[in-house]
């Protein structure tokens, strides 16, 4: 069963090793050894699905192990630290907090303390839906207009590649071909086309 130590880091040399040196340190003294590092640069704005611990938790199975050097490094928001607490301990994947000595195993304790974070969490959410309700209905009352302006966008994402779009059309490439060219579904193309009328011309011989 692997062992793996995420590191969120910035881009400071010296905090990567600081980082490595904790985790190195509390997994010598818990005997755990043979660890795979994982380094993830980005910002913690970023929601953790986003980021490299959200792959790591997609991969990871029953009785792997992930350490961390301080539970910041897992995200910056109490919601979505405990919403990695609780993917934790539902995957049976241990997860270890080195500079706290915290330790999320399959035990009963985890069990009931993740049962617990998790209903925190959904509280949490609740509280930012009731939250946002509210701004709505206060913006709504002020005379603010809510939702997406009427009426149809005057650019679209596509416009930027609209030349090259009509020269593949132009040369017979089929639209799920360009859509794969051009880098977006074929849904997407098939609708710009449309609300572009955009269509192969006809050559004159």
Aim: with cysteine.
């Amino acid at each position: 069963m692997p062992n793996y130590a995420y590191l969120r880091v910035s881009t400071d040399a010296q905090d990567v090793q600081n980082q490595k040196h904790g985790v190195l340190e509390y997994a010598n003294q818990q005997g755990i050894t043979n660890l795979h590092y994982v380094e993830d640069t980005v910002t913690s704005k970023k929601h953790w699905k986003e980021r490299g611990i959200g792959d790591l938790l997609s991969q990871a199975g029953e009785g792997d192990t992930i350490m961390a050097a301080e539970i910041s490094r897992l995200a910056r928001s109490t919601l979505e630290v405990l919403e990695i607490l609780k993917q934790c301990t539902e995957n049976q994947v241990n997860l270890h907090i080195a500079k706290n000595g915290m330790v999320f195993d399959n035990s009963l304790q985890s069990k009931i303390t993740a049962t617990v974070l998790g209903l925190a969490a959904e509280i949490e959410r609740e509280f930012i839906s009731s939250r946002t309700r509210e701004a709505l209905a206060a913006r709504k009352a002020a005379g603010v207009k809510l939702g997406r302006p009427q009426g149809k966008a005057k650019t679209l994402k596509l416009d930027a590649k609209r030349v090259e779009i009509q020269k593949y059309l132009d040369m017979g490439v089929s639209k799920a071909a360009i859509a794969k060219i051009v880098g977006c579904p074929a849904t997407t193309l098939y609708d710009y086309c449309k609300v572009r009328k955009l269509k192969a011309r006809k050559k004159i011989s």
